[in-house]
Every structure is written in structure tokens, then in C-alpha cells.
């Protein structure tokens, strides 16, 4: 029964589904006879509403000699020109065919499934601030405003790639494509005698500048599946980007680099990317960077991205290769409401050895060469909203198993500071002198024979828990990141003793990335593999230290400003040699021409000496914990001139400087302390001269500064 129903179901409703689809594709054929018949004339009302679009919107003068169709859905452009108002020509092609596929077509996409060019010059010119090129970043005041609305991140990503995939054609044959760069004294120039795309595979020849080298960008295209395997190289050489050295200082070169997309398609809320990217012998030098060339032997990514309505993501499982040696990123950028930064990376446990000669060549020289034993894991975190810098998140851990073990050194012995060893600091990238950190050096003092008032002075301003950290106190960073953040500039470092001592020690003097992550490896190398005692760590520290203009060392600067031995230096000239520590070079500047200290000192006495008293080092001094009584040695006196100059050495944090009081400050009082000080220079400075020059019966500062100006004026 109900089969029989169905039968005639079917029977009622084939007739008007087969008219229905007849009708179809009789409108469809009609349409496109019109269309077909007709398309001379929309090809030219379409070329004349281009030309029209590049002058009103971009002021650029287009012409085009001769065009026509050459096939069903081909169009053959000749002599073409792009030449923006008053300004060089842009852009000559001499022949140009494009074949577009009809199925797209009839559902409103342009895919191209054909493109010859054949002697075509792009030439792309700087003069002075102004671009041949301006044009392409000038901004549109519609779109300006139809985008006030929140762009969705997922659909304009999912939008760009597939504009950008279907513009690549099933088959290509370009030949002699030239792209020009001129810019003042740089120029370079990229020939493409051959490119082509033949069912999906690719080939190329390029010449850069001339024949200065030759490229291939070699591989697969699949684009209708989202798929790409491209490889560039050169013949017989690396294939290096001249312009970069010249404009940024950037040298950048490798032998081969492969990108690989598998797949790319809208799940969701989410646009996704799979794909992997790879390089050979890849060779970078930037000064910011690293000192040396730095070189990755071999690296690769295995990623996944992630691209949602408000953000940008590397999924954390995206594995990157080094050597033999892997570890798992997570990166994180949330676009709005609040931009949100999140990075995380772990690396499982693994084979030490690995892992140290995975590093690139040229990055840790220090470290090249260095021969271990165990296993090495690490895990970091960081989580940083920009509406909440001062709730960064920063934990990072380098942990290494109970067989873990340095058994050869590499270019550099850690452990030399253990024994008597030579000294050189550095001036602008040149040796000053050589110290001997040992008895044979007159100025050398051992601890025992340092006043405890120095040590425990220089330990609260630099790093209270020196003997009980491992190398790094994590506080003190992360509120280091917060503070830089919040000044858009580096105002405070993170660095303990450990840290200043191994930068002093084993590196040079450039501010740089890679002596950056440098000095924190060897740092936890020392700290954890016990290759020195604390004790031995703080006196090399207290004897290489600079105090001051070619001043190195306790025993030098002890001598140098007050005539005495470092074992005894009195409290308040021990928070005086703590205060320069920071800014060594300026230390002159602290002191009036009678010997004493300026009054905007008295402010730090009372906080550094508070505590210490705290801590039990010294007892509660309620005259500024020996400020009055400090007095320069009579000799340097002469040197002090006259000045009204005030330096703002409360105010600047230096990356060893005396803010990191947020160390020894667990609480939320740390930053309130930072801003009492910085006060205290600017009006307890000037209460306590007052009060001074009251007891006294002297004048007041304001006289003082009066008549050195009249004396000036006198003397000229």
C-alpha cells in the first residue's frame, strides 16, 4: 500500500520537476547566448568603469592599446600602462591573456584558470618622502567608515586567502617579468625569464639584479583544494636579500625554504590553517639580534592557525623542530575589547645534549662546543592584558633530571671565577684594562675583608635574596615586564647579582636579544650546577663592579672616594657606593663642592637605610642613616663644579638599578614605595635641606644657586 503511494507521488511530481529544470537550463543557455553575443560590449564597459575606478580613487592613469576576447572566456590585453599623476610610470605590459572558468562565473566568482604575460616592466619608486606607489597605502574615508563596525577576523582571513587562491591559475607561462626598486642609492631589480603552471606543478627562473644570482620557486598548486608546496632556492649559492642589509642592517640568507599548506577552510566561528614551513642553513645578523651571524641549521614548524572573530592564534599543537631537539608554542593575540598577549611554550623532557646543539651556531658563542649528559625540560607562560599590565603573568621553568651533567665545557669555563682570572671591561666596544681578580692585584679584597655595611647596602638596593635564589627572582621580572610595558620603553630590568655578574664575567657589553637569553643559560648552569658558591659569586661581584669613571672594584672605589679600606666604610658611605651602582659614571654629581652630599639624597638614605634596620643589619637611625656625615675625599673635591644640576636618579630605573626594590617587596606596596621615593627626592629632598641649612644658619639653596650664577657672570 504505501509503496503504491509512493509510485504515484513520484508520478504526480516528475512532470513539473523535469519543466522546472528545463526551464533551468534553457535560461541559462539563453542568458548565455546573450552573454556571449553581447560580450564585446560589456568587456568594454567594464574596462572603461576599471579605468575610471584607478583615476577617481587612485589618481592613476591607465591605457590600454587594444584588448579583445580570444576565446570563449579569454581576453587578450595589449601594450597596457600604469602611470600615477605626476609621478614615474608604474607599471608596462606589453602582452597579457587572462581565461577566467564560466561555472564560477555564473555564481558571481572570479577564478582564472589561464594567465600569459609576456614582457612586462613593474618598476616601484622613492624620492625623497615621495612613492610612485603611495597609492596603495592611501586609506579609503568609505571604507573608514563602513569598518567602524567590529571587523570579524575569521571572515576577512577566510575571504583574502580564497581571493588570493583562486587568482592563482591551472596554467601560466609568464616570461621576461621585470620588478624594479629604486630608492635614493638603493636599487635591485628581479627578472622572471621563465614561470609557469602545468596541471598543478610549478617552475620558475628569476634573476636578481641582473645576474647577480639566479632563483627558483619550484613546486606544487593546488588551489581549488587548498593546497601549496612551493621551495624557494638559488643556483649554486644562498639566496640572500642585499636590499635588507643596505636599508635595515638585516643580512639574510639560506639554502632552501618550504612552506606547505594543507589545508585552509572556515569551521565555525574559526578560520583554519594547516601547514608546515621549513629552512635550510638559514643565516641572520642584526645588531639587535645578536653580535655575530647567527645560523639554524635546519628548522621547521608543523602549525596550525587559528583565526577567530577578535583574534589571532598558533595552536599548542604546532611543533617546532631544532635539530633533533622539539618543543610545542602557543602565541595568542586578542584584538579587542582589550588587547591580550599569551604565550606559552613547553618543551618535554628530551635529550640535554640535543637541546644544546640545537641552538643556532653564532647565537650562544659562550656556550658552542658544551658536552652534557640527562635530560632537560622547560615551560613558560606568559599572559599580559594591556588593560592589566600590573597582573602580567610570567613563570618560567628550565628544569633538568638527576643525571643531568656539564661534562666538557664549551668555548668558555664557568667556573674561572673559582680561581684567579683576568678581568677586561668594555667601553663602547673597547677593553679598557686588564684587572687581576686575585691576591697579585694591591686593590683585590676578599669578602671577609669587606665591611658588612657595604655588603648588606648593595644587597638591599640590588638584590635582597641573593643567597637564596637559584640565579632569578621570577617578582622582580614580571613586574619588570609590567612597568616597561606601562612606559612603552625599557625603564627597570629584572637582573639579581647572579645575573650582573655572569653579563660582567663571560659577555660582552651589547644590548642585545641573544646576550640576553645567554646570560640567563649560563646563570642557571652556575646557579644549578653549583659550579660556584654564593660567597665566591658576591666577592668577584664586589671587586669587578664599576664605582664609577674608570673606577673597578671595592678596593678602587673605597679608595677613591673617601681614602679608606673597604672593611671600613661606615653605613652612609656604604648607601652612597650602593646608590651610583646603577649609574656609575654620574657618581660626581651627588656631591656639593664642600664635600657633601646633595640634600635630594636624603630621600633614598632614609628608604635604603629603613631597610636595612628591618632586616637587622643595622640599627634605626633617625638622622638619615649616616647622610650628614658622609664627606668626599678633599682631592676630588676640585673636581666638583658648581652646578645646579639635580640628576633624576630616583626617577630612572636602569637594568641593574636600585628599583628593583620590587624584589625584596612581596606585597602590592612595591609600586607605592617606587612613587613615595620618587616624591620624597622632589619634596623630602628639599624639607631636609631646609632643616639643614636652619640648624646650620647657612644660606638656603636658592641663595647659594644666586650668587654662583653672579659669580658666572662676573667671570665671563
Do not use: C
Request: no cysteine; net charge positive.
Amino acid at each position: 500500500m504505501i509503496k503504491s503511494l509512493q509510485s504515484v507521488s513520484l508520478k504526480k511530481y516528475k512532470k513539473p520537476l523535469l519543466i522546472v529544470l528545463i526551464s533551468i537550463i534553457s535560461l541559462f543557455f539563453i542568458g548565455g547566448t546573450i552573454a556571449y553575443f553581447k560580450r564585446e560590449a560589456l568587456l568594454k564597459k567594464a574596462i572603461a568603469k576599471a579605468i575610471s575606478l584607478a583615476k577617481s580613487k587612485y589618481n592613476l592613469n591607465v591605457k590600454i592599446a587594444n584588448y579583445g576576447f580570444s576565446g570563449l572566456s579569454t581576453v587578450h590585453f595589449q601594450d597596457i600602462s600604469i602611470i600615477p599623476e605626476q609621478s614615474d610610470s608604474l607599471a608596462k605590459i606589453d602582452d597579457l591573456t587572462v581565461g577566467v572558468k564560466l561555472f564560477p562565473l555564473i555564481f558571481g566568482k572570479v577564478k582564472i584558470s589561464e594567465l600569459s604575460v609576456n614582457k612586462a616592466l613593474i618598476s616601484f619608486v622613492k624620492k625623497d618622502s615621495l612613492s610612485n606607489y603611495d597609492f596603495l597605502f592611501k586609506k579609503n574615508t568609505k571604507d573608514t567608515v563602513s569598518n567602524s563596525q567590529k571587523t570579524d577576523l575569521s571572515e576577512l582571513a577566510n575571504k583574502l586567502l580564497n581571493q588570493a587562491l583562486d587568482k592563482i591559475p591551472d596554467d601560466m607561462k609568464v616570461s621576461n617579468f621585470m620588478i624594479t626598486f629604486d630608492e635614493d642609492t638603493t636599487h635591485f631589480s628581479l627578472l622572471t625569464e621563465t614561470a609557469t603552471i602545468d596541471h598543478g606543478e610549478v617552475k620558475s627562473t628569476i634573476k636578481l639584479n641582473k645576474n647577480q644570482a639566479v632563483w627558483h620557486l619550484n613546486g606544487t598548486a593546488d588551489p581549488s583544494n587548498q593546497q601549496l608546496d612551493l621551495k624557494l632556492f638559488a643556483d649554486n649559492q644562498k639566496v640572500e636579500f642585499p636590499y635588507l642589509d643596505k636599508k635595515y642592517s638585516l643580512k639574510l640568507s639560506f639554502d632552501t625554504v618550504r612552506s606547505v599548506m594543507t589545508r585552509a577552510e572556515k569551521l565555525g566561528d574559526k578560520f583554519e590553517i594547516e601547514g608546515s614551513w621549513s629552512v635550510k642553513n638559514l643565516l641572520i645578523n642584526q645588531p639587535r639580534i645578536a653580535v655575530n651571524d647567527i645560523i639554524v641549521k635546519d628548522g621547521a614548524i608543523d602549525a596550525k592557525i587559528l583565526i577567530g572573530s577578535n583574534y589571532v592564534a598558533l595552536d599548542s599543537s604546532s611543533v617546532v623542530y631544532l635539530g633533533k631537539s622539539e618543543m610545542s608554542p602557543f602565541l595568542k593575540y586578542i584584538v579587542s575589547p582589550n588587547k591580550i598577549y599569551e604565550l606559552k611554550i613547553k618543551a618535554f623532557e628530551q635529550n640535554a645534549q640535543n637541546i644544546f646543539d640545537a641552538f643556532p651556531t653564532g647565537l650562544f658563542e659562550s656556550l658552542e662546543g658544551i658536552k652534557v649528559k640527562g635530560k632537560l625540560k622547560y615551560d613558560l607562560n606568559f599572559y599580559l592584558d594591556s588593560s592589566k599590565p600590573d597582573k602580567v603573568v610570567f613563570n618560567s621553568s628550565l628544569t633538568g633530571d638527576h643525571d643531568f651533567k656539564i661534562l666538557k665545557f664549551g668555548k668558555t669555563d664557568f667556573q674561572k671565577i673559582n680561581g684567579v682570572f683576568t678581568y677586561t671591561p668594555y667601553e663602547k666596544g673597547k677593553p679598557v684594562r686588564n684587572i687581576i681578580i686575585g691576591p697579585s692585584n694591591p686593590n683585590y679584597t676578599p669578602l671577609n675583608q669587606i665591611s658588612p655595611n657595604i655588603q648588606h647596602a648593595l644587597l638591599t638596593s640590588e638584590d635582597p635574596s641573593f643567597y637564596s635564589h637559584h640565579g632569578f627572582v621570577e617578582e622582580s621580572l614580571r613586574q619588570s615586564i609590567a612597568t616597561n610595558f606601562k612606559a612603552k620603553s625599557f625603564k627597570r630590568g629584572g637582573s639579581t647579582i647572579s645575573m650582573q655578574l655572569v653579563k660582567n664575567v663571560f659577555l660582552s657589553r651589547q644590548k642585545n636579544l641573544a646576550r640576553k637569553i645567554e646570560e640567563i643559560l649560563i646563570v642557571w648552569l652556575i646557579e644549578n650546577q653549583h659550579l660556584s658558591n654564593k660567597a665566591r659569586m658576591y666577592e668577584v661581584y664586589l671587586n669587578i663592579i664599576e664605582w664609577g669613571r674608570n673606577v673597578y672594584g671595592i678596593g678602587e672605589a673605597s679608595s677613591y672616594y673617601f681614602g679608606k679600606r673597604p672593611a671600613d666604610l661606615s653605613v652612609g658611605e656604604s648607601i652612597y657606593l650602593a646608590h651610583i651602582v646603577p649609574k656609575p659614571k654620574s657618581s660626581l654629581y651627588s656631591w656639593q663642592p664642600d664635600g657633601s652630599l646633595k640634600p635630594y639624597l636624603t630621600g633614598y638614605y632614609n628608604l635604603i637605610g629603613g631597610l636595612m634596620a628591618r632586616r637587622g643589619y643595622i640599627n634605626n637611625d633617625s638622622t638619615n642613616y649616616g647622610f650628614y656625615g658622609v664627606k668626599l675625599k678633599e682631592s676630588l673635591r676640585a673636581q666638583i663644579a658648581p652646578s645646579d644640576f639635580v640628576p633624576d636618579s630616583l626617577a630612572d630605573d636602569d637594568e641593574n638599578g636600585f628599583f628593583n626594590l620590587n624584589i625584596f617587596n612581596k606585597s602590592n606596596k612595591a609600586d607605592s614605595i617606587t612613587k613615595k621615593e620618587t616624591f620624597l627626592k622632589k619634596i623630602l629632598g628639599s624639607t631636609e635641606e631646609s632643616k639643614k641649612d636652619t640648624v646650620s644658619g647657612s644660606k638656603t639653596p636658592k641663595q647659594l644657586r644666586q650668587e654662583r650664577r653672579e659669580q658666572r657672570k662676573k667671570g665671563n
